[in-house]
């Protein structure tokens, strides 16, 4: 079956320092990966996407994630946190075995920046 | 720039009762997609719909329907409301519905079943 696991379920950082929210996926075929934040009572807003080529891909508010085929994982990245990067974060993948239109989702990383 | 686009944002039903939400894709976006997040939960992938045919079905409950219309927007349909049923629903939109293809999301309908 495809997944996705988001093994933190919270992660606390103080603004300046950088952070990692960690993504692990499991899919049968190429995945496609992708990031998406939720702020409180929004939609989801893309971040990022991996689909081929370079392993480290740049996304939008400075957000960046590594895809990493050996360790079936897609962490994402910030060098430097802001308090207003607080959110949920949802890591999520597309294959051809979960079929073009459906996204299968983690169950998201809470994120606190402290001031 | 156009977003995705529910209505309404909230809404309050009893049990029993049925709710209709709707959602305007991006323009020119062909694939919608409906969500549904329990509070504290990941989102999970009810239905979606590319160019007005129903492309795929997750957990969509038997009471539940949807449909995409001529003029892309689509709308589900929800009868004999539980209070399980209390829950956001997302919509999302994309171009041509490819693997490779980001999805937009709407700021979400809050259904609360009373």
């Known amino acids: 079956a495809q997944s996705v696991a988001q093994p933190e379920d919270q992660v606390n950082v103080a603004e300046g320092n950088p952070l990692t929210v960690k993504c692990t996926y499991s899919v049968s075929g190429n995945p496609y990966l992708f990031w998406y934040v939720q702020y409180p009572n929004r939609g989801l807003q893309f971040l990022l996407k991996?689909?081929?080529?370079?392993?480290l891909v740049k996304g939008s508010y400075g957000f960046e994630a590594e895809f990493n085929k050996s360790q079936t994982s897609f962490h994402l990245k910030k060098p430097s946190a802001l308090v207003s990067d607080s959110a949920l974060y949802f890591c999520a993948v597309r294959n051809f075995n979960t079929g073009g239109f459906k996204t299968i989702f983690g169950a998201g990383t809470r994120l606190f920046v402290k001031a | 720039a156009a977003g995705v686009i529910q209505s309404p944002r909230h809404l309050i039903k009893e049990k029993r009762e049925t709710a209709t939400l709707k959602c305007y894709p991006i323009?020119?976006?062909?694939?919608v997609y409906w969500y549904q997040q329990g509070p504290g939960q990941d989102p999970q992938f009810l239905i979606s719909f590319y160019e007005k045919m129903q492309s795929d079905k997750g957990s969509i409950p038997d009471r539940f329907s949807a449909q995409q219309f001529s003029d892309y927007h689509s709308e589900l349909n929800m009868s004999s409301l539980e209070l399980g049923d209390s829950a956001l629903y997302f919509c999302a939109s994309s171009l041509e519905g490819g693997l490779d293809t980001e999805a937009f999301f709407g700021q979400g309908t809050r259904l609360t079943v009373v």
């Open positions: 323009p020119r976006h062909d694939t």
């Open positions: 991996y689909i081929t080529g370079d392993n």
